[in-house]
């Protein structure tokens, strides 16, 4: 005899014990997925950290002005250094900012000496066998010895600009296309144009002085002071009393 009741009973505890096998299923899996999560989250954290908090080898500064502490020196700078050469950049990025120091620092230091001869009257007016700068635009050279070293400047004709500048271009070929000195195309690409090729050192040196650390660094201090003086001289012509200082002209 079929009974009804006890196939109802039977089929909801078959119904109860799959209920209960699903939730107990879930319950097993969700704090895994959340523990797994949980982990992979804190781990991505400590990379990060570790990331940051790892000590990056330092690109050398040559010529660095130290500032001396109880502990150990440290150079001005050196934080904007530490990231331009390694984290922006890269030991080729420095050697790079050297030779622009130093390219600027020569320059500073040949106008620091024409704007002295200028100053000390020592113009091309008394030395030069030319009577004129330009014929063309009637600009004698006695006419600029009047002057002051920035209106003198002022003066010159656009061609003066463009000789200058046509002088410069053909320093900075010389160093794109040379190499210790000598003509040098690797692989067809100008040496100046590869990571680290310019570097300042134009390899002319008619005295045949010994090249040592030493001088390089003298040379790169008088530049540092000759761009000191030039900016000083300029703002002493163009901002009177600007400068507190008496010059001696």
């Known amino acids: 005899i079929h009974d009804p009741c006890h196939h109802t009973d ?3 505890k078959t119904t109860a014990a799959l209920l209960a096998l699903l939730a107990g299923s879930a319950a097993a899996f969700a704090p895994a997925q959340q523990g797994g999560a949980a982990r992979t989250t804190t781990t991505t954290s400590l990379s990060a950290e570790k ?4 000590i990056k ?3 050398p500064c040559f010529g660095a002005t130290p500032l001396w ?3 150990q020196p440290v150079f001005i700078g050196e934080n904007y250094w530490n990231k331009l050469t390694s984290e922006y950049g890269s030991e ?7 030779a622009a120091e130093l390219k600027h620092g020569r320059s500073a230091m040949i106008a620091t000496v ?3 001869f200028h100053k000390f009257g020592w113009t091309l007016d008394n030395i030069s066998p030319h009577e004129y700068l330009s014929v063309t635009e009637g600009i004698k050279f006695a006419d600029l010895a009047a002057m002051t070293p920035l209106d003198a400047m002022r003066s010159v ?7 200058m500048f046509c002088a410069i271009a053909l320093v900075e070929l010389y160093e794109l296309t040379h ?3 000598k003509w040098s195309l690797d692989d067809g690409i100008a040496p100046g144009l590869t990571p680290g090729g310019l570097t300042g050192d134009l390899g002319w040196n008619p005295l045949g002085f010994d090249v040592t650390e030493e001088l390089q660094l003298k040379e790169l201090q008088n530049g540092r002071a000759a761009m000191m003086a030039i900016s000083a001289w300029v703002f002493h012509d163009a901002l009177p009393g600007s400068v507190p200082v008496p010059l001696p002209w």
């Open 10 to 12: 039977t089929t909801m």
């Open 51 to 54: 990331e940051l908090l790892e």
């Open 57 to 59: 080898e330092t690109v």
């Open 69 to 71: 502490t109880p502990d």
């Open 92 to 98: 080729a990025t420095g050697t790079f900012l050297r």
């Open 114 to 116: 024409g704007y002295a």
């Open 157 to 163: 004709p656009a061609e003066g600009w463009t000789q």
């Open 179 to 181: 190499k210790g000195g």
